[in-house]
Protein backbone atom coordinates (compact mmCIF):
# COMPACT_ATOMS: atom_id res chain seq x y z
CA UNK A 1 0.00 0.00 0.00
CA UNK A 2 1.44 3.37 -1.36
CA UNK A 3 1.38 6.54 0.20
CA UNK A 4 -1.47 7.89 -1.63
CA UNK A 5 -3.58 4.91 -1.54
CA UNK A 6 -3.07 5.26 2.34
CA UNK A 7 -4.18 9.02 2.35
CA UNK A 8 -6.93 7.74 0.39
CA UNK A 9 -7.97 5.10 2.79
CA UNK A 10 -7.86 7.98 5.57
CA UNK A 11 -10.50 9.88 3.68
CA UNK A 12 -12.73 7.16 4.50
CA UNK A 13 -11.69 7.84 8.35
CA UNK A 14 -12.16 10.97 8.12
CA UNK A 15 -15.68 10.36 6.25
CA UNK A 16 -16.58 8.15 9.73
CA UNK A 17 -15.54 10.77 12.01
CA UNK A 18 -17.73 13.57 9.75
CA UNK A 19 -20.94 10.78 10.11
CA UNK A 20 -20.61 10.66 13.92
CA UNK A 21 -19.79 14.18 14.53
CA UNK A 22 -22.46 15.70 12.69
CA UNK A 23 -25.38 13.36 13.98
CA UNK A 24 -24.23 15.28 17.91
CA UNK A 25 -25.27 18.07 18.38
CA UNK A 26 -24.35 21.81 19.04
CA UNK A 27 -21.66 24.09 17.78
CA UNK A 28 -18.79 22.05 18.75
CA UNK A 29 -20.18 18.94 16.72
CA UNK A 30 -20.68 20.73 13.77
CA UNK A 31 -16.97 22.03 13.97
CA UNK A 32 -15.64 18.59 14.26
CA UNK A 33 -17.62 17.47 10.64
CA UNK A 34 -16.73 20.57 9.30
CA UNK A 35 -12.97 20.04 10.02
CA UNK A 36 -13.51 16.10 9.38
CA UNK A 37 -14.63 17.31 5.83
CA UNK A 38 -12.35 19.76 5.18
CA UNK A 39 -9.47 17.19 5.51
CA UNK A 40 -11.04 14.47 4.16
CA UNK A 41 -11.47 17.19 1.00
CA UNK A 42 -7.69 17.76 1.29
CA UNK A 43 -6.76 14.58 1.12
CA UNK A 44 -8.60 14.01 -1.85
CA UNK A 45 -6.49 16.80 -3.85
CA UNK A 46 -3.40 15.63 -2.00
CA UNK A 47 -3.31 11.27 -2.72
CA UNK A 48 -3.94 12.76 -6.74
CA UNK A 49 -1.07 15.25 -6.56
CA UNK A 50 1.09 12.73 -5.02
CA UNK A 51 0.45 9.78 -7.00
CA UNK A 52 1.39 12.02 -10.42
CA UNK A 53 4.57 13.27 -8.56
CA UNK A 54 6.23 10.09 -7.02
CA UNK A 55 4.81 8.24 -10.31
CA UNK A 56 3.13 6.00 -7.67
CA UNK A 57 -0.47 5.64 -10.20
CA UNK A 58 -1.90 2.73 -9.50
CA UNK A 59 -4.64 0.75 -11.27
CA UNK A 60 -6.06 0.52 -7.44
CA UNK A 61 -5.67 3.94 -6.15
CA UNK A 62 -7.54 4.59 -9.76
CA UNK A 63 -10.84 2.92 -8.55
CA UNK A 64 -10.43 3.82 -4.93
CA UNK A 65 -9.87 7.28 -5.54
CA UNK A 66 -13.50 7.84 -6.66
CA UNK A 67 -14.69 5.59 -4.35
CA UNK A 68 -13.40 7.63 -1.32
CA UNK A 69 -14.80 10.63 -2.95
CA UNK A 70 -17.98 9.36 -3.55
CA UNK A 71 -18.93 8.30 0.00
CA UNK A 72 -17.51 11.29 1.72
CA UNK A 73 -19.37 13.57 -0.44
CA UNK A 74 -22.49 11.71 -0.75
CA UNK A 75 -22.70 11.18 2.48
CA UNK A 76 -22.29 15.05 3.38
CA UNK A 77 -25.79 15.38 0.83
CA UNK A 78 -27.48 12.94 2.94
CA UNK A 79 -26.33 14.91 6.10
CA UNK A 80 -27.39 18.31 4.31
CA UNK A 81 -30.84 17.19 2.93
CA UNK A 82 -31.50 15.82 6.76
CA UNK A 83 -31.02 19.43 8.01
CA UNK A 84 -32.94 20.94 5.22
CA UNK A 85 -30.15 22.82 3.46
CA UNK A 86 -30.03 20.27 0.00
CA UNK A 87 -33.60 19.32 -1.97
CA UNK A 88 -33.80 15.73 -1.43
CA UNK A 89 -34.36 14.97 -5.24
CA UNK A 90 -30.25 16.85 -5.75
CA UNK A 91 -29.40 13.92 -3.26
CA UNK A 92 -30.88 11.42 -4.91
CA UNK A 93 -29.71 12.45 -8.22
CA UNK A 94 -26.28 12.76 -6.94
CA UNK A 95 -26.20 9.68 -5.93
CA UNK A 96 -28.10 8.01 -8.54
CA UNK A 97 -25.15 9.50 -10.85
CA UNK A 98 -22.58 7.75 -8.58
CA UNK A 99 -24.20 4.52 -8.93
CA UNK A 100 -24.38 4.62 -12.53
CA UNK A 101 -20.49 5.87 -12.98
CA UNK A 102 -19.17 2.64 -9.99
CA UNK A 103 -21.28 -0.09 -12.79
CA UNK A 104 -19.59 1.62 -15.32
CA UNK A 105 -16.44 1.53 -13.76
CA UNK A 106 -17.43 -2.39 -12.78
CA UNK A 107 -18.03 -3.23 -16.28
CA UNK A 108 -14.83 -1.57 -17.39
CA UNK A 109 -12.75 -3.77 -14.65
CA UNK A 110 -14.08 -7.08 -16.01
CA UNK A 111 -13.38 -6.11 -19.36
CA UNK A 112 -9.93 -5.25 -18.58
CA UNK A 113 -10.07 -1.65 -18.62
CA UNK A 114 -10.05 1.04 -16.00
CA UNK A 115 -11.82 4.70 -15.99
CA UNK A 116 -10.22 7.04 -14.02
CA UNK A 117 -11.92 10.09 -13.13
CA UNK A 118 -12.54 12.61 -16.30
CA UNK A 119 -12.02 16.32 -16.08
CA UNK A 120 -15.78 16.89 -15.81
CA UNK A 121 -15.96 14.13 -12.62
CA UNK A 122 -13.27 16.83 -11.51
CA UNK A 123 -15.05 19.88 -11.81
CA UNK A 124 -18.12 18.50 -10.60
CA UNK A 125 -16.51 17.12 -7.38
CA UNK A 126 -14.79 20.44 -6.81
CA UNK A 127 -18.57 22.18 -6.94
CA UNK A 128 -20.15 19.37 -4.84
CA UNK A 129 -17.63 20.04 -1.91
CA UNK A 130 -18.12 24.06 -2.62
CA UNK A 131 -21.55 23.59 -1.82
CA UNK A 132 -21.06 20.98 1.52
CA UNK A 133 -18.18 23.18 2.80
CA UNK A 134 -20.29 26.31 2.40
CA UNK A 135 -23.24 24.66 4.08
CA UNK A 136 -21.74 23.07 7.05
CA UNK A 137 -19.64 26.61 7.86
CA UNK A 138 -23.37 27.93 7.45
CA UNK A 139 -24.25 25.08 10.50
CA UNK A 140 -21.31 25.78 12.32
CA UNK A 141 -21.44 29.75 12.47
CA UNK A 142 -24.64 30.16 12.27
CA UNK A 143 -25.46 30.89 16.04
CA UNK A 144 -22.23 32.09 17.46
CA UNK A 145 -22.70 35.64 18.63
CA UNK A 146 -18.88 37.04 18.25
CA UNK A 147 -17.48 39.96 17.97
CA UNK A 148 -15.06 39.01 15.31
CA UNK A 149 -14.42 40.24 11.47
CA UNK A 150 -13.57 36.54 10.32
CA UNK A 151 -16.64 35.25 11.91
CA UNK A 152 -19.07 37.75 10.58
CA UNK A 153 -17.14 36.85 6.97
CA UNK A 154 -17.96 33.60 7.00
CA UNK A 155 -21.43 34.08 8.27
CA UNK A 156 -22.20 36.12 5.30
CA UNK A 157 -20.77 34.15 2.67
CA UNK A 158 -22.53 30.77 4.13
CA UNK A 159 -25.84 32.34 4.35
CA UNK A 160 -28.23 30.28 2.57
CA UNK A 161 -29.48 33.57 0.98
CA UNK A 162 -25.81 34.59 -0.06
CA UNK A 163 -25.11 33.74 -3.80
CA UNK A 164 -22.44 31.41 -2.99
CA UNK A 165 -24.49 28.29 -1.75
CA UNK A 166 -27.33 28.65 -4.39
CA UNK A 167 -24.96 28.99 -6.95
CA UNK A 168 -22.11 26.07 -6.17
CA UNK A 169 -25.38 23.75 -5.65
CA UNK A 170 -26.87 24.53 -8.90
CA UNK A 171 -22.96 23.78 -10.69
CA UNK A 172 -22.71 20.92 -9.01
CA UNK A 173 -26.25 19.88 -10.15
CA UNK A 174 -25.22 20.47 -14.10
CA UNK A 175 -22.35 18.86 -13.93
CA UNK A 176 -23.78 15.63 -12.09
CA UNK A 177 -26.09 15.21 -15.15
CA UNK A 178 -23.46 16.07 -17.60
CA UNK A 179 -20.49 14.27 -16.10
CA UNK A 180 -22.69 11.08 -15.72
CA UNK A 181 -23.97 11.76 -19.35
CA UNK A 182 -20.18 11.99 -20.53
CA UNK A 183 -19.14 8.62 -18.72
CA UNK A 184 -21.97 6.59 -20.39
CA UNK A 185 -21.82 7.65 -23.68
CA UNK A 186 -17.87 7.10 -23.74
CA UNK A 187 -18.11 4.16 -22.25
CA UNK A 188 -21.20 3.14 -24.45
CA UNK A 189 -18.91 0.49 -26.78
CA UNK A 190 -18.29 -1.41 -23.19
CA UNK A 191 -21.83 -1.29 -22.34
CA UNK A 192 -23.96 -2.45 -24.94
CA UNK A 193 -21.04 -5.47 -26.46
CA UNK A 194 -23.10 -8.18 -25.90
CA UNK A 195 -20.09 -10.38 -26.21
Same mark, same amino acid.
Given at each position: MNLPN???LLRLV???IFCAAASSEGVTGYAIALAAFVLG?????LDGYLARKLNLVTSLGKLLD????KILVCSGFVYLSAEGLCP???TALII? #? /?FLVTGIRQI?? /?KGQVIAADRLGKWKTGFQLMFIITALVHLTFSTVEVDNGLVKLLQYLSNPEHWLIPISLWAAVVLTVVSGVSYFW?? #?HMILDRD
Open positions: TITMTAAISDWPLADVWVC #R /EAV /ENA #R
